[in-house]
Every structure is written in structure tokens, then in C-alpha cells.
């Protein structure tokens, strides 16, 4: 049973990450997890990524890319510096510790990886056909369960939807009147909109 205190106090925001600065601090495979999900969401933003030792597989994600800028190098506080945000993914609980503190101190928002409690923002499970972008959170709780529900909804949604956001945008810009009376036929045009797979 869900109570008050249970529910998920989250407040879901979706970033604009390519107007905004961003460091990833180590090189492994959580790493190039985290990298995988900004570039497929973000391609343009500017990213630094900071490790001693980067895997072959973030090497390649980042080859060729002038918005990436890799330095092998153990991380220090002057890294932060001109830093929007901040990816932590470090095998090192002491060391991540240090980054959310530095980060809070110099009021920049930092993801801890696998380790909820520091984090100050999640990077959720994410479902996208066109337009249409969906990010699902299960707070921290569990990723493979986010995984799984992405994939239902990922096989739920039409291809077909993102034609339909398109053609209510532009009608949406074709209404006269104030907010309220947009707001009011365009409600009325999709409150019998339903939505189903082909497959």
C-alpha cells in the first residue's frame, strides 16, 4: 500500500543540457553508460570528461567529436570550474563522496552514480518516438524495472504519434483567442484521441 511518505517526491524536469556545461568524472563502464544517455537525448551538449584510464568503448563514443573534450588525469576541485552539471562515476565510495560536496558547495547539480542518497538529480529510463519523450523513475529504487517499463511503453506507443503531436502543433498555432480558449479547443479536438500499437 502507498502512503504519503512512500510516494515518489521527485519533480520530473527535462533540461535543455545543450545550453548547459557538463563533466563526467571517470571512464569505465558506468561511465559510458551515463555517456551513452546524454548523447542519445543531448548530441550537441558540451561535455568534459575527466578519468585516469578511459575503456575503448568511450574512446570511440567520443572520437571525432568537438563538443567532447577527454583528459586522462586523476579529477581535482579546479576541474569544477565553469561546470553546469556533473555525472560522478567513480568506483570509489570516499571519492564520491568528495564530488558531491565539492559540487554542493560550489552549487552545481551532480549525479552519483549508483549511489541514490547523493545525487541531486536521476537519469531515468527514457522513451522517445519523435517529439514525444517520456522519462520514467522508479526514485532511485530500481533501474532494471524502469528498463522493463520503458520497453513496454516503447512497444505500447504508435510510430504513428508523432505525426498527430505534429498536426495538433499546428493547429494549436492557427487558434485565435486568448490562452483559455486555446486551451479549451484543444481539448475538446483530442478528448476522444486514443492511442493503439500496430502491433
Request: glycine share 4%; proline share 3%.
Amino acid at each position: 500500500m502507498t502512503t504519503a511518505n512512500s510516494k515518489n517526491k521527485l519533480f520530473p524536469v527535462f533540461l535543455k543540457l545543450e545550453s548547459l556545461r557538463l563533466l563526467i568524472i571517470g571512464g569505465g563502464t558506468v561511465a559510458e553508460e551515463k555517456l551513452k544517455a546524454v548523447l542519445s537525448n543531448s548530441p550537441d551538449t558540451s561535455i568534459k570528461i575527466i578519468a585516469r584510464e578511459l575503456s575503448d568503448a568511450i574512446k570511440k563514443q567520443t572520437e571525432g567529436k568537438k563538443n567532447i573534450k577527454t583528459t586522462q588525469k586523476e579529477f581535482t576541485e579546479s576541474d569544477l570550474e565553469g561546470i553546469d552539471v556533473v555525472i560522478a562515476a567513480v568506483n570509489n565510495p570516499e571519492a564520491s563522496m568528495r564530488i558531491q560536496r565539492l559540487c554542493r558547495k560550489k552549487n552545481i547539480l551532480v549525479n552519483v552514480a549508483d549511489t541514490p542518497v547523493l545525487c541531486d538529480f536521476y537519469l531515468g529510463s527514457i522513451v522517445q518516438k519523435g517529439q514525444l519523450k517520456l522519462a520514467i523513475s522508479t526514485n532511485g529504487k530500481s533501474p532494471t524495472a524502469a528498463k522493463r517499463i520503458k520497453e513496454m511503453l516503447h512497444n505500447a506507443l504508435p510510430d504513428e504519434l508523432d505525426e498527430l503531436i505534429e498536426q495538433l502543433h499546428l493547429i494549436r498555432n492557427q487558434l485565435k483567442g486568448d490562452f483559455q480558449q486555446k486551451v479549451s479547443v484543444m481539448n475538446e479536438i483530442t478528448k476522444t484521441m486514443t492511442l493503439s500499437s500496430n502491433s
